[in-house]
């Protein structure tokens, strides 16, 4: 199985392949799977007291901000601030009607650069994104799900494998989609790898509702936001994509 891989923000195509290279290595020195690996256009210099954990440049992501004409912190701020009692969809709406993002073209943009990159170093059978990456990822899978639907274009991806992701935005970028909203809309098989302690756990499960929850599962390696590489963590992961992989292809014609 062949897997497109989306960065973080902050971070670039190698950075993420050393990020996740246990589970790189542990697919592929039995044929399982193999990866190419992207990111973003837009330059994104890491702030200073966290250098360290965004590795070598370029650093770049794939939207300009994470909710559309507002600083990335605004974004942060409104989620965490948000009552604990509301679920993360109730949280991610507050978030849009408090901060009231404004429509952007970076979509569109995004969305056609990742056909090109299906045309010109597919076909893929799978993506696989980590934090903005995974929402990014999500976006695609929601935008392809529904050219395929149309039979615009026809259906190679079989999974997808999200890494403490978000939910997509919309099309024009003044929301994103959310479960008791829009409903199970991400209809492939999915393998979420995520921890509880993660700062940003909201965004995450948000993401999970979105997904067929037949065909979806969770991997919670309990080491926050960032990906562990330690051999526990590791095996975990690998084992959740594994079964994903089997799923999918179990699940998928032909």
């Not at 392949?17 to 799977?33: F, K, S, W």
Request: proline share 7%; net charge negative; glycine share 8%.
């Amino acid at each position: 199985m062949r897997f497109l891989c989306l960065a973080g923000a902050g971070t670039n195509a190698e950075t993420f392949r050393v990020q996740i290279l246990p589970i790189v290595q542990d697919l592929e020195q039995d044929g399982t799977a193999s990866f190419h690996f992207i990111h973003g256009d837009i330059e994104s210099p890491p702030p200073n007291e966290f250098k360290e954990f965004y590795g070598s440049p370029p650093h770049r992501r794939f939207l300009k901000q994470y909710c559309s004409g507002r600083a990335d912190y605004e974004f942060f701020n409104a989620l965490w601030s948000a009552p604990h009692r509301l679920t993360p969809e109730q949280k991610y709406r507050e978030m849009v009607q408090s901060l009231r993002p404004e429509s952007t073209n970076d979509v569109q943009t995004i969305l056609d650069r990742l056909y090109r990159v299906l045309d010109h170093d597919g076909p893929f059978d799978g993506i696989i994104g980590n934090s903005e990456g995974a929402s990014v990822a999500a976006m695609f899978v929601v935008n392809y799900l529904t050219r395929c639907a149309r039979k615009e274009i026809q259906n190679s991806l079989k999974c997808a494998v999200f890494m403490s992701g978000g939910p997509p935005s919309f099309p024009d970028g003044t929301g994103v989609f959310l479960a008791d909203e829009h409903g199970q809309i991400i209809t492939m098989p999915t393998c979420h790898i995520i921890a509880y302690n993660d700062s940003l756990i909201d965004s995450a499960v948000a993401l999970y509702h979105l997904c067929d929850q037949a065909s979806a599962t969770i991997v919670d390696h309990g080491k926050g936001h960032l990906v562990p590489r330690d051999p526990k963590s590791s095996k975990l992961m690998v084992k959740g994509i594994r079964d994903l992989i089997v799923r999918a292809t179990s699940s998928s014609p032909g």
